[in-house]
Structure formats: structure tokens, C-alpha cells
């Protein structure tokens, strides 16, 4: 039988179901061959509000989920020679690294190694002035806003390099999601860096198991169309990768889900903006030939990626200060309720307009118009909306200044009097944004940096 390695997926983004790898973690304990269990919890919205975390407190910015995941499977990975491979880094793998080993001790699991990898934060050794040279291909403009963080995507070599220290666990910051399979791949079977073909392989397994249920059925299930059971017990997916690079997706034993064709091509496809050259820093993937066959019950088998020379240039997300988003909601029900809540939302847009407040602002009543409208309202739909249902209007405004956005939604809390009748259920917020923006580095400025290091308590 050819040796085989597997890989769970414990977590697709940030606070994802909690417990989701804890039946993941007891099919992989009964499992032959090298066993990893990866948490993928990070975007770049996510690291941007991670680095804002860290520079209040330099002992945070790792993914606040961290202690809501790993109590539920450490002692299980432990006693089983499962290793965790997580992105949990967040701006701050140092710190996640501390607080693992902490986690660790209260378990009474003194023996744990973690390993973190370093290098993907830019600004610890470029300067702030040589990043703003750079032009944005993608997301906000950066002129004249404070740069608050800028971190490039680490390929899977860093991960690599950190299982061969002998960790338990490696924790990464920015890195690319499919890097979390790749490295164990790469360490587990010695995989060159010309050998493009496998790591096409590889970086196809972790695209498809980076997202969790989203594979196995969860994120496919549209009621009528495509039905899919259990999901209240959906399972995360398990990969089972050979040396060739042909691997089974599958998912954990006596879950719910569903694992077929269509929903591996659903994920395969997820974010793939040329099928002929996915970028990553490892290697250009194609999945033009790409081959799936059944393989029994929820087992998918995929063969025939093919790879070619990486880019020379990495991504890396500028993080910048996005100002304050006041956010406030007010919801109107029973009789004539559509025609209430489409009057709040005129008493709210001249009320703007009487108090100067002129920042880009959208008010909209959710159900009506929330997903498809514009900040105008001129989207919104006249057709046949049942009038004695129940709306919630919902008022954002985004600005500089904190007072202005306080001052917007208190204009939504004012309806519960000044507005039309029966409005209740008000919800108000005011919160600091990032904002954040994509460029393209040469990688020979980021690799020199990057290194795999143990932390030690």
C-alpha cells in the first residue's frame, strides 16, 4: 500500500464551528501514515484588525479564536501524533506561540513544541516610504492615510521548515491558506522546489480543504436544488495525499455533509481567477486537466494538476486607517410596516442633510434592497413587498471623525420618537476601521527574512 498523508481541516475562517474538528481529529486517530489537523482563520480584514490590536497590546494580535479551537483537540492531537498546522499567527505568531504553550500547561500537556514562522511583516525591516512607492493592483487607495501594517504572503517552504524542527504545532502569520497543507506535504515527502507538478498537487489539496465545509456541502446547500443533509453535523473535509500527488477529498467519519463532484468543482473553482495560472508563491497552478472520479461514499478522488515556475513577485496587504463606521438598525412590523420604514428612511436622509453631515452614508431597509442596492437607495425595488410584514431599516455612515459617525447612528435611535410609529429594536455601533489595499513585492526582499523558529515559554 502506498504511504499516504492526511489531512483535516479543523476551520475554514475566523469563527467557524468551534467543535468542527473534533470528529476530524478522531477519523485521522484511526488513520495509517503522517496525520496533520489545519486551522485556516485568516483574511486580510482579519489581519488588518489584528495588526490594530497589537499596536494597543504588543502581547495580542493572534487570532482571538485560538483558545475557542484548541481545548477542544489538543490533548486528542497529542496522544495521537496529529500535528496542527494553523494560521492563528495572525499579526503576532509569537505571542499565539506563547499562548498555545500556556493553553498546553493547563492541559497538563508540558511536552507540546510550537513553531512559529516569521518574515511576512514587511514593515520590520522596509521602511513605511519604500511601501507607498508601490501601486495598489486591488482595494483602497493608500494616499494620505497612516499605514498601519504590511504583510506578504509566505509560501509553504517556512511550513516546512518548522515541522522539520520536531514542532507539534506551527503557527503561521500571512501566508497563503493552501501553504497550510502544502508545508506538511513538502516536509512530509521531500518535494523540490522544480518539482511543479506535486506542488500543484499539493496547493490543489489545500485550496480545496482551506475553506472546511464549504467542500463537504455546507456553503453548496440550496434547498430544492441541492440538498444536502445533516448539516447541523456537517463534516470537515480529509484529504489523503500520495507521493504523486493524487489525493481523496473525503470527509470525517458519521457526520453529515456531502462530499461529491459538484461540490469539490464548487470549491476548485472558489476564487480561481484564471484556471490556467492560479498564482501562489510556490508554484503557478493549472487545473485545466484536472481530473475527479468517485471513490466510494463522500470520496472524491482528483488527479492531474499541473504546475509551472511561480511568479516572481509576491501579494502582500498594505493596511491602512479606514476611519470610524457608524452602523445603527431600527425595525418596523405589522400593518402598513413597509410604508414606515420607507418614511425612516426619508426622516433619516434629510436629517443628514439638516445636520451637515455629507460622508458617504447608506440607509436601506434589509430584505428590500440591502444586498443588490447602491448607497443612493435608487436600486431599491418598488415591486410587490408584502406592506404588513416587518423591515429593518439600517443606516451606515462612514467618516474621519468618531463624533460624526456617534452623531449618525443617534439620528436612528431619535426615531424611536421623532420617526414614524412603532419603530423599535434600535442596535447602535461605532467602530475604528481598517482598510486595506494589495501590492506586489519582489520576493527577493521577503525571503532573506523569513525563518521557522521554536517558541519557548
Request: charged share 20%.
Amino acid at each position: 500500500m502506498n504511504r499516504c498523508v492526511h489531512i483535516g481541516s479543523g476551520a475554514g475562517f475566523a469563527g467557524d464551528r468551534f467543535d468542527a474538528a473534533v470528529p476530524v481529529v478522531a477519523t485521522l486517530a484511526n488513520r495509517d501514515g503522517p496525520r496533520y489537523l489545519i486551522y485556516e482563520v485568516m483574511g486580510e480584514r482579519t489581519l488588518a484588525i489584528a495588526q490594530r490590536i497589537k499596536r494597543q497590546d504588543p502581547d495580542k494580535g493572534y487570532s482571538p479564536w485560538l483558545e475557542n479551537y484548541l481545548p477542544h483537540v489538543l490533548a486528542d492531537c497529542m496522544a495521537n501524533d496529529i500535528r496542527i498546522v494553523a494560521n492563528f499567527g495572525n499579526a503576532n505568531p509569537a505571542a499565539a506561540g506563547r499562548k498555545v504553550l500556556e493553553i498546553a500547561k493547563q492541559a497538563g500537556l508540558a511536552a507540546v513544541r510550537v513553531a512559529i514562522v516569521e518574515g511576512d511583516d514587511l514593515l520590520s525591516f522596509m521602511q513605511a516610504e519604500q511601501l507607498r512607492e508601490y501601486a495598489p493592483i486591488e482595494g483602497t487607495d493608500t494616499a494620505g492615510r497612516a499605514l498601519l501594517a504590511a504583510n506578504a504572503y509566505l509560501g509553504a517552504r517556512p511550513v516546512a521548515d518548522a515541522l522539520a524542527l520536531g514542532a507539534d504545532i506551527v503557527l503561521v502569520g500571512r501566508s497563503t491558506d493552501a501553504a497550510l497543507v502544502l508545508g506538511p506535504l513538502i516536509h512530509e515527502y521531500g518535494w523540490r522546489s522544480e518539482q511543479y507538478d506535486l506542488l500543484a498537487a499539493g496547493t490543489l489539496a489545500g485550496h480545496l480543504l482551506e475553506c472546511g465545509a464549504q467542500v463537504t456541502g455546507a456553503y453548496f446547500a440550496d434547498p430544492g436544488f441541492k440538498d444536502v443533509e445533516g448539516l447541523e453535523s456537517v463534516g470537515f473535509p480529509i484529504a489523503e495525499i500520495t507521493a504523486d500527488g493524487v489525493f481523496v477529498i473525503g470527509k470525517a467519519e458519521g457526520t453529515g455533509g456531502l462530499v461529491s463532484r459538484a461540490t469539490v468543482i464548487e470549491q476548485m473553482l472558489y476564487e480561481m481567477h484564471d484556471p490556467s495560472a492560479y498564482l501562489t508563491p510556490d508554484v503557478t497552478l493549472d487545473i485545466t486537466a484536472v481530473e475527479l472520479a468517485d471513490d466510494g461514499a463522500d470520496r472524491i478522488r482528483v488527479s492531474g494538476a499541473r504546475g509551472h515556475a511561480p511568479p516572481t513577485k509576491l501579494k502582500a496587504t498594505l493596511s491602512v486607517d479606514g476611519g470610524w463606521l457608524g452602523e445603527a438598525e431600527i425595525s418596523y412590523a405589522g400593518p402598513n410596516a413597509l410604508a414606515r420604514a420607507k418614511l425612516a428612511v426619508d426622516v433619516v436622509r434629510d436629517r443628514y442633510r439638516q445636520i451637515g453631515i455629507d460622508e458617504p452614508c447608506r440607509i436601506e431597509i434589509i430584505g428590500t434592497g440591502s444586498v443588490f442596492d447602491d448607497d443612493s437607495g435608487t436600486r431599491m425595488p418598488s415591486g410587490s413587498y408584502v406592506s404588513d410584514a416587518e423591515y429593518r431599516l439600517r443606516a451606515a455612515v462612514r467618516c474621519d471623525s468618531q463624533r460624526v459617525a456617534q452623531r449618525a447612528v443617534d439620528e436612528v435611535l431619535a426615531l424611536y420618537c421623532c420617526g414614524p410609529a412603532a419603530g423599535g429594536g434600535v442596535r447602535q455601533s461605532v467602530s475604528a476601521q481598517v482598510s486595506t489595499a494589495s501590492i506586489l513585492i519582489d520576493r527577493t526582499l521577503v525571503e532573506p527574512h523569513t525563518r521557522a523558529v521554536e517558541v519557548t515559554a
